[in-house]
């Protein structure tokens, strides 16, 4: 009897596994999104999820979590040459999608349930891709 249980068990944790690793593999970030002017709605049709981080004694702050197999917010705009602090929902962000990385502007953050944050800096504007360190979620964060 146990064994049957152990056996269900494992079928349950394999067929979530493969679940999660589809979404994920299918919200690879197509390499010119890069360079992209930021548009309301994704190339699926549906609406990405925009937020405006929200100034703090000097810092734009924005919240980012999980929903609909990818980051959300999706989109998070900020202003040039202010220091911007982003603060990850360690409980929501699970897995690689912790590990986070802006390229073109030289950010990788591993997030921990104790170091939840990454702050820096944009200096240019523009549209810049992030996502995990593997390149699945794809967001975009818009300095104005
Ligand atoms: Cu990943």
Known sequence: MENKLLTKLIMLFVVVAAIAFAGC??????????SQVQTTSEQSGGSAIVVDAKQVNGIQEASLSWG???????????KKGLPVRIIADTARLQGCFRSFR????????????????????????????????MGMGAGRLVVE
């Not at 593999?25 to 890069?34: E, G, H, M, R």
């Not at 609909?68 to 900020?78: A, D, G, H, M």
């Not at 939840?116 to 992030?130: I, R």
């Open 25 to 34: 593999a299918s919200k690879l970030p197509p390499a010119a999104q890069t």
């Open 68 to 78: 609909k197999l990818n980051y959300n917010p999706e989109v998070i705009k900020v």
């Open 102 to 133: 802006i390229a073109d502007l030289e950010i990788t953050k591993s997030f921990t349930e104790t170091d939840n944050t990454v702050e820096f800096t944009p200096q240019k504007s523009g549209t810049f891709a992030f996502g995990c360190s």
